[in-house]
């Protein structure tokens, strides 16, 4: 690997465009990752094969005959979209710490038509959503919000408190690790605030058995597989006793307002799921950079913890 992406940091733009100033250069990362110890045939295991010279990024299996494309099971398979240019908005969402709009992407990638960068970001934005990770473990701070919703006419009607009339209600999760950082975060659009719904959510997000840190809000007081520890507001304030599910509450709400323009109801899990995915990669672009391809489907379990313990 070289050397610049051992820190996993991400590359500057320029260092990555010289480093993939091609299809080429694509089709080969896309080489290493699928075949680090050289060809392998998915249909029948043969170690021998060639590159055809007729079929781009195409290998054939000596034994079989079976032709494999370098591209095959990422989100880049069939598409017309050159891989240099696959490649480039990939890492242009993988390093944008507040996202990329298909506006933006267009004017970068330097597309000619709207629809296909549109198309383009909203293909990576697919693999943003990782159906095998894991529950978040150890001790959690878990609370709810509310996020005013943008509509036509309207004007945003909200009510006090956990009230959450015109407003779209987030549960969050936050993992904390031992040296006072944020690890993972979930987050999910949910009905209301009650026992039923909330512990569904905890169910879903936190591994049996962790602590689960909340402010003392009843719809908690039911997790029957969990420890709870509820720290009851008095006259503390909320931020103060749930620090970082707070902070990920008031960055989500900034790049709602600031990057989105308004979240959009109908749009909003998607939205959830993509700052998710930025919040848990933010020091891993490299690891961001593959899964948005399609390239890493599958991370070894032990992978993550390894990632924590690097320095930004
Ligand atoms: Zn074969």
Request: with cysteine; charged share 25%.
């Given at each position: 690997?070289?050397?610049?992406?051992?820190?996993?940091?991400?590359?500057?733009?320029?260092?990555?465009?010289?480093?993939?100033?091609?299809?080429?250069?694509?089709?080969?990362?896309?080489?290493?990752?699928?075949?680090?110890?050289?060809?392998?045939?998915?249909?029948?295991?043969?170690?021998?094969?060639?590159?055809?010279?007729?079929?781009?990024?195409?290998?054939?299996?000596?034994?079989?005959?079976?032709?494999?494309?370098?591209?095959?099971?990422?989100?880049?398979?069939?598409?017309?979209?050159?891989?240099?240019?696959?490649?480039?908005?990939?890492?242009?969402?993988?390093?944008?710490s507040?996202?990329?709009?298909?506006?933006?992407?267009?004017?970068?990638?330097?597309?000619?038509?709207?629809?296909?960068?549109?198309?383009?970001?909203?293909?990576?934005?697919?693999?943003?959503?990782?159906?095998?990770?894991?529950?978040l473990?150890?001790?959690v701070e878990v609370d709810e919000t509310?996020i005013?919703?943008?509509?036509?006419?309207?004007?945003?009607?909200?009510?006090?408190?956990?009230?959450?009339?015109?407003?779209?209600?987030v549960a969050g999760a936050v993992e904390l690790m031992?040296?006072?950082r944020a690890g993972r975060i979930r987050l999910a659009?949910?009905?209301?605030?009650?026992?039923?719904?909330?512990?569904?959510f905890?169910?879903?997000a936190?591994?049996?058995?962790?602590?689960?840190v909340s402010d003392?809000?009843?719809?908690?007081?039911?997790?029957?597989?969990?420890?709870?520890?509820?720290?009851?507001?008095?006259?503390?304030?909320a931020h103060?006793l749930l620090p970082w599910i707070h902070r990920v509450f008031a960055n989500l709400k900034r790049w709602g307002?600031?990057?989105?323009?308004?979240?959009?109801?109908?749009?909003?899990?998607?939205y959830l799921q993509e700052f998710v995915f930025r919040w848990n990669?933010r020091?891993?672009?490299?690891?961001?950079?593959?899964?948005?391809?399609?390239?890493?489907?599958?991370?070894?379990?032990?992978?993550?913890?390894?990632?924590?313990?690097?320095?930004?």
């Open positions: 690997m070289p050397s610049r992406w051992k820190s996993d940091r991400p590359p500057a733009l320029a260092a990555f465009v010289g480093r993939f100033p091609d299809d080429r250069a694509c089709a080969d990362y896309l080489c290493r990752k699928r075949w680090p110890e050289g060809f392998v045939c998915p249909a029948c295991g043969g170690l021998k094969g060639w590159e055809l010279g007729a079929k781009r990024f195409t290998w054939e299996c000596a034994a079989c005959g079976r032709q494999t494309s370098v591209t095959a099971g990422t989100v880049m398979h069939r598409s017309k979209v050159p891989l240099r240019l696959w490649f480039l908005a990939a890492h242009l969402m993988a390093t944008h507040n996202g990329i709009s298909a506006l933006q992407m267009q004017a970068q990638l330097g597309l000619g038509s709207y629809k296909t960068a549109w198309l383009l970001c909203h293909k990576l934005r697919r693999a943003m959503v990782d159906p095998d990770r894991e529950p473990a150890g001790v509310s005013p919703f943008r509509t036509k006419d309207d004007p945003v009607d909200g009510g006090a408190g956990r009230s959450h009339v015109g407003k779209l209600l031992e040296d006072g659009v949910i009905e209301d605030y009650g026992a039923m719904t909330l512990t569904e905890v169910t879903r936190v591994e049996r058995g962790a602590t689960v003392g809000w009843s719809g908690y007081s039911s997790l029957k597989e969990h420890t709870h520890e509820a720290k009851v507001i008095g006259s503390m304030a103060v307002t600031g990057v989105l323009h308004g979240f959009r109801k109908a749009h909003l899990d998607r990669r020091r891993h672009t490299r690891v961001a950079f593959d899964s948005l391809l399609g390239i890493a489907v599958t991370l070894p379990h032990a992978c993550y913890r390894d990632f924590v313990d690097q320095r930004a």
